[in-house]
């Protein structure tokens, strides 16, 4: 069998050629080029045929004997392995490149995102659940940076339950400020609400299971039900909150009902306290667990926040969850759980094997950030600066906009829900974009048939000026009929 002299390979000098020398040699090893057992031309033939210092050329063959390629043989030279599998052959075979070809199977959950929307820019002002980023007390985070930057504790692994710390402070924060009955035991510190949502699915749901989600509700609890296999049942609203009413009264049954009592997510309404009761012995009696997500509770601008469901008795089967997303920064990726104590053993294990602890630096901060009142007294700024904002945009969305568009949820957190009925609210939505104004249709937020059509505009992160000419905007496209 002659030896092959390589005067056909083509290097790229302005590339590393070592890198380029290796890979083609595996393309012609796996190609069937170079077959099994073929002899090699020696290194110093290769390095005078291709131009190539012979360090270089001994370097690759040793790295491709070390992985099994290549081999030598004393006083005979390098060949290629004879026990390479005979199955290396077809080139095109070891990669597909187009939509033709057939890569492996996805799940079904993979499959049923293959034509899912894009996600669209998320920093864009009046994007849904953006917190005032430019009010955010960078001087103070830094500080506090500072001061645990330097800490080879917060370096390593820790522990996946969270930094005890920080679960100390919220636990107090929490009894204190949203009434939820906890220790700190109970806390699982999360990479914010999207993992607890993920967590809660896996460890709850089997294929198959009932999940009750309100309906409008949030789409990306909705995926991560549905990513565990659960079949979805949809409960309407009333009042802008849960129709615990009809829940009950139908003996509907679910493995997990997921809720947002004190704003519903996105109508914004509060569920009152009899339905609250009534839920909790719903759950209790038909074995349910319920998910109370309170994402952005600490905001109400007509009321003080009415207190946790998860904490209106003793053990309850809620899992409760809450994010520092809107309360400090989306960008921090930390949340939270607490689950009853029957359940810690089995969250912070999944927590362990599935993600691992979230970041410890942060979570130091935030400790302190809680700990030495920057927290509340972050909130109380917030508060004022989002109801001031609250009642602008309301009052500009009032004036400007009916009877086009009609606020159907003015009280709902730090965003607005107009509903624009006859108008396709993927197109609004898509005109506003161009003109960088986020917002989210209100039609994604039904999973089936939409029963509404309009837009949810957050207005945390925005200024006077650009909420006027929002809806100026919006006024325009509104009065336009093409729209
Ligand atoms: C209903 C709801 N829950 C939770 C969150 C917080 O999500 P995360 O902590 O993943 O940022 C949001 C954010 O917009 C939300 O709308």
């Known amino acids: 069998m002659s030896v092959p002299d390589f005067t056909d390979l083509t290097l790229d000098r302005a590339q590393p050629l070592q890198a380029q020398l290796y890979r083609m040699l595996v393309q012609r090893i796996c190609s069937g080029r170079l077959s099994t057992g073929s002899k090699l031309p020696s290194s110093r033939r290769m390095s005078a045929s291709l131009g190539v210092s012979r360090n270089t050329i001994t370097q690759v063959l040793e790295q491709l004997k070390a992985e099994g390629f290549l081999t030598s043989r004393s006083g005979q030279g390098v060949f290629v392995c004879a026990s390479l599998p ?5 080139p095109q075979r070891m990669s597909w490149q187009s939509d033709t070809d057939h890569p492996p199977q ?59 710390p920080l679960r100390q402070a919220l636990a107090e924060y929490l009894r204190n400020s949203r009434g939820v009955r906890c220790s700190a035991e109970q806390i699982i510190i999360t990479n914010g609400a999207q993992e607890s949502l993920s967590l809660c699915a896996q460890i709850i749901l089997n294929p198959g299971d009932t999940v009750t989600m309100e309906n409008p509700g949030y789409r990306r609890a909705r995926i991560a039900f549905q990513s565990a296999g659960a079949d979805l049942h949809l409960a309407g609203l009333k009042n802008g909150s849960l129709d615990v009413e009809s829940l009950t009264k139908h003996n509907h049954t679910a493995k997990l009902l997921y809720t947002t009592p004190t704003h ?75 689950v009853p104590k029957s359940v810690i053993q089995v969250f912070n294990h999944a927590k362990e094997m599935l993600s691992g602890h979230s970041p410890l630096l942060s979570q130091a901060i935030v400790a302190d950030f809680i700990e030495e009142g920057h927290f509340v007294r972050h909130l109380r700024k917030m508060r004022i600066n989002y109801r001031e904002k609250w009642l602008h945009f309301c009052d500009l969305a009032r004036h400007k ?39 989210t249709p209100l039609s994604f937020f039904y999973p089936g048939k939409s029963l509404n059509h309009g837009l949810v505009l957050g207005f945390a992160n925005t200024s006077k000026q650009q909420r006027e000419d929002c809806i100026d905007l919006l006024q325009s496209f509104l009065t336009n009929s093409s729209s």
């Not at 009280?411 to 986020?438: C, F, Q, W, Y």
């Open 86 to 90: 005979p199955h290396v052959e077809a």
């Open 106 to 164: 996805l799940s079904t959950f993979g499959e049923s995102l293959r034509n899912a929307p894009l996600v669209r820019e998320k920093l864009l002002p009046f994007t849904p659940g953006l917190p005032d980023l430019d009010s955010f007390p960078f001087h103070l985070w830094n500080r506090l940076y500072r001061r645990h930057q330097d800490r080879t504790a917060l370096i390593g692994y820790g522990p996946s339950q969270g930094y005890q």
């Open 264 to 338: 519903q997510y996105p109508m914004g309404g509060v569920m009152p306290a009899s339905d609250r009761l009534r839920l909790l012995d719903w759950a209790a009696s038909s074995e349910a667990w319920i998910l109370e997500d309170d994402y952005d509770s600490e905001f109400s601008f007509v009321h003080k926040p009415v207190a946790a469901l998860q904490g209106m008795a003793e053990d309850t089967p809620v899992l409760y969850m809450g994010s520092f997303s809107k309360t400090l920064q989306p960008g921090i990726r930390l949340g939270y759980m607490v």
């Open 401 to 439: 906009l009916e009877p086009q568009a009609q606020l159907i949820a003015s009280s709902a957190g730090m965003h607005l829900v107009l509903a624009t009925p006859g108008r396709n609210d993927l197109e609004l939505s898509k005109k506003l974009a161009e003109h960088r104004i986020g917002s």
